[in-house]
Nanobody, 113 residues
Framework: QVQLAESGGGLGQPGGSLRLNCTASGSVDSISVMGWYRHQRELVAAITNYGSTNYADSVKGRFTISGEYTKNTVFLQMNSLKSEDTAVYYC???????????WGQGTQVTVSS
């Protein structure tokens, strides 16, 4: 079992920045990929345990996903925020079977002036 705990988020201004954190606990050695979803279906960004990343077209050049593996934590740095970035962001972890198997509770991001 893997547990995911998100933090960060909150209120950001258009053009501003926010950072989301996701810390995994439990059977972390089984995780092969971690990602951030929003609107429950849109994969915003993902990073594998080899460091490969991919991004949704809507966030390329603005968002950066990274990992601090010694702390089992993945970050999502969100820059140049837009109102359409407003959403609940969910951290997810996959075990290498082509799907995400574990989910966090979600953290609200609101972009508004």
């Amino acid at each position: 079992q893997v547990q995911l705990a998100e933090s960060g988020g909150g209120l950001g201004q258009p053009g501003g920045s926010l950072r989301l954190n996701c810390t995994a606990s439990g059977s972390v050695d089984s995780i092969s990929v971690m990602g951030w979803y929003r609107h429950q279906r849109e994969l915003v960004a993902a990073i594998t345990n080899y460091g490969s990343t991919n991004y949704a077209d809507s966030v390329k050049g603005r968002f950066t996903i990274s990992g601090e593996y010694t702390k089992n934590t993945v970050f999502l740095q969100m820059n140049s925020l837009k109102s359409e970035d407003t959403a609940v962001y969910y951290c997810a972890a996959g075990l290498g079977n082509g799907q995400y198997d574990y989910w966090g509770q979600g953290t609200q991001v609101t972009v508004s002036s």
